[in-house]
């Protein structure tokens, strides 16, 4: 059976049309009126077949050269446990969900309560769920704030019914670039799992082949959970505020790189930039480590690797960018990708196989994050210090917690032995944290270490210690419901 694409919110799949987002966090303070706005708005949810037109739309006007810039808003909701239990839904068995990311990420995993901020703590009232708010602008966001969601949702009614709800706090993103990168300056988004019988994998060069859509939707072919019916075609939706250090970042890169890269009084730009991009597997274009390890032959002493010279790099480089055409097949060896890479930590494809020989692929996730804050300063890049808030709002979806996001920070990120098996050709040193989001214990020295092979000699390792230059600043878990689950929420009669 094809997933409906009427039913399933369309931040789930296939992402929404956004250069704005805000995520408005919410408490419901009246549960009878709750139900009924929220009931007759699920038709100003945006489903999948909604999300999919405006991509369509705007894809074709930019074939056709038409560049100026079309007004459009996606609306799509989620909520907590809290907030589910206030509306009568106890049944989603979930027990990482039930708890909240409070107890799970701080009282017992690693984030640390003081880096928290006090609104995902509470302070400012109880998170039921969240409206996430995606535009062509800031302005179009906060108009449909004002103008609709607003009135529905926290004001009192003209016949004097209270509130459904309180309006929290929100966090919102932009797009920072055309290049869509990152605040560390590497293009994101460009590997996502590709669902079967959504995504059109020749068509499509964003995921390492097709992955079955129960591991993101819930009640569909490869869920193997039990669930109640009303959340079929759901998912869980995690939501996290990392903030970023990055002018840290690259005095850390920097004093780690530096003797590899230095000649004479001069430092080597291809050499920093590899030595950088194997952190992440792809150069800050996108191209993939696995496919591209080193430099264009001749330009080791000038190569950024960044997205804006790519199409000086010419056609087949610029295939290279989206590429999610390679397996970390060499698995013994990490002369291509290190092993501790961000991308071979979180996607380890032929690392982490089945029995036949295919990926192990069911602690997929499908990331729909945005960055906040500005992008670093000069006067920043010359201190090397951060004065201005920045990040990103990490956002993923999966059938399952603790398979998908848990699995994956917790169990390989911060794991210093993920990938298993990697060390018996390194003198029996292990791969190490994973360099972009690994946590380690408060005073714990022995595991904040990556292990990376050398520019001139890649058999040989060197361990860095690390630096936090990623920190969880709070979040929470939600669930997504399908139309025909909020419709089952509300009371409304399909
Ligand atoms: C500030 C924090 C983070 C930064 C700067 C970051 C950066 C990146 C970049 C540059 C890529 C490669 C481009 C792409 O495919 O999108 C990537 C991929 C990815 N990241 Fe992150 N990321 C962050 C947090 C996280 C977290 C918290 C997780 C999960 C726990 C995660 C999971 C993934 C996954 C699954 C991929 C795709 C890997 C693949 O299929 O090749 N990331 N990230």
Not at 413 to 439: E, M, T, V
């Amino acid at each position: 059976m094809v997933p409906n694409l009427n039913n399933i919110q369309g931040d789930i799949w296939p992402r929404l049309a956004k250069k704005y987002e805000t995520f408005l966090f919410f408490e419901i303070l009246d549960m009878a009126r709750f139900k009924k706005e929220l009931g007759s708005f699920s038709k100003y949810i945006t489903t999948a077949k909604a999300a999919c037109e405006t991509r369509g739309r705007l894809y074709s006007r930019k074939e056709n050269g038409e560049n100026n810039i079309v007004e459009t808003i996606s609306t799509n909701i989620s909520l907590s446990a809290a907030g589910l239990a206030r509306l009568g839904k106890t049944d989603l068995g979930d027990f990482i969900f039930k708890g909240g990311m409070y107890a799970d990420m701080v009282t017992v995993g690693l984030d640390r309560d003081e880096e928290w901020h006090g609104e995902f703590k509470g302070s400012r009232g109880q998170i039921d769920g969240v409206f996430i708010l995606a535009g062509s602008s800031e302005d179009t966001v906060n108009n449909w704030i004002i103008d609709v969601i607003k009135p529905k949702f926290a004001d009192p009614t003209i016949n004097g019914e209270p509130a459904a709800s309180k309006f929290l706090f929100t966090q919102s993103g932009a797009v920072l670039n055309e290049y869509d990168v990152e605040h560390f300056g590497w293009k994101d988004g460009a590997s996502q799992p590709l669902l079967k019988g959504l995504d059109d994998e020749t068509t499509n060069t964003k995921g390492p082949g097709l992955i079955k859509p129960g591991y993101i939707i819930l009640g569909e072919e490869g869920d193997t959970e039990p669930s109640p019916d009303w959340a079929k075609d759901g998912s869980f939706m995690v939501f996290r505020r990392l903030r970023q250090l990055v002018p840290e970042f690259t005095q850390w890169v920097v004093k780690q790189i530096g003797d590899q890269a230095k000649d004479g009084d001069k430092m080597k730009l291809g050499v920093i930039s590899t030595l950088s991009s194997r952190l992440v597997g792809r150069w800050p274009d996108g191209a993939p480590l696995d496919l591209m390890p080193g430099p264009p032959e001749g330009q080791e002493d000038t190569y950024k690797g960044l997205p804006e010279d790519a199409p000086g790099q010419g056609e087949e480089h610029m295939a290279l960018t989206n590429s999610n055409d390679f397996d970390f097949r060499d698995t013994q060896w990490q002369d291509r990708c290190p092993f501790a890479s961000h991308i071979r930590k979180v996607r380890p494809r032929a690392d982490r196989t089945n029995m036949d020989g295919t990926f192990d692929d069911t602690h997929a996730m499908i990331r729909r994050g945005i960055s906040f804050g500005p992008l670093t300063t000069n006067q920043e890049k010359s201190v090397g210090v951060t004065t201005h808030d920045r990040g990103l709002l990490f956002v993923s979806y999966q059938a399952n917690l603790h398979n998908g996001f848990r699995q994956v920070q917790n169990e390989w990120a911060n794991k210093i032995s993920f990938p298993p098996g990697k060390a018996r050709h390194y003198d029996n040193k292990q791969p190490g944290l994973d360099p972009i989001i690994g946590q380690w214990a408060k005073d714990d020295d022995h595991s904040n270490y990556i292990t990376m092979p050398r520019y001139d000699n890649p058999k040989k390792v060197e361990q860095w210690k690390l630096e936090r230059s990623v920190i969880a600043e709070g979040g929470e878990y939600f669930f997504s419901p399908s139309i025909s689950g909020i419709r089952e929420i509300c009371g409304v009669c399909a």
